[in-house]
């Protein structure tokens, strides 16, 4: 990751990450974040929107394949999923999207996909 514009931001949520597995005790973990600039595509930026993510997908599922040879358990930030307006501008958006999904989950040991929630503290008094 050096000279990677992401360096400092990625290095703070590995380190996010590792605390709140050790409170959550599990302590033996590899813990591998990985910056949008290092996925291997070859696309260019007029190429479609489906395409592009499809890559990133296949380039994804390749790193962790590397990575996770002796992995128990992959836990996974789930890709947002396409919007109201996404699905009816494209009928086949929720198709596209799940088949990433797979793309991306291929041959993995088992993979929990997660919602990420807010980096900071929130407070409400909404029920």
Known sequence: MNGDVYSPFLKAVESDLIDQLKKGRITQVD???VSP???ETNLTV???HGKIENDRAKSLNSIMLKKSEN???ILLVMPNRPT???CLEN???AKIYLSHIETLTANLP???LV???ERRSVMTTAI
Do not use: H, M, P, Q
């Open 91 to 93: 009928s086949n958006a």
């Open 71 to 73: 992995a128990a358990l």
């Open 115 to 117: 919602i990420a929630g």
């Open 84 to 86: 109201r307006e996404d």
């Open 31 to 33: 813990v591998g974040v």
């Open 37 to 39: 600039t290092s996925l």
């Open 110 to 112: 088992a993979t929990y």
């Open 46 to 48: 007029t190429e479609l």
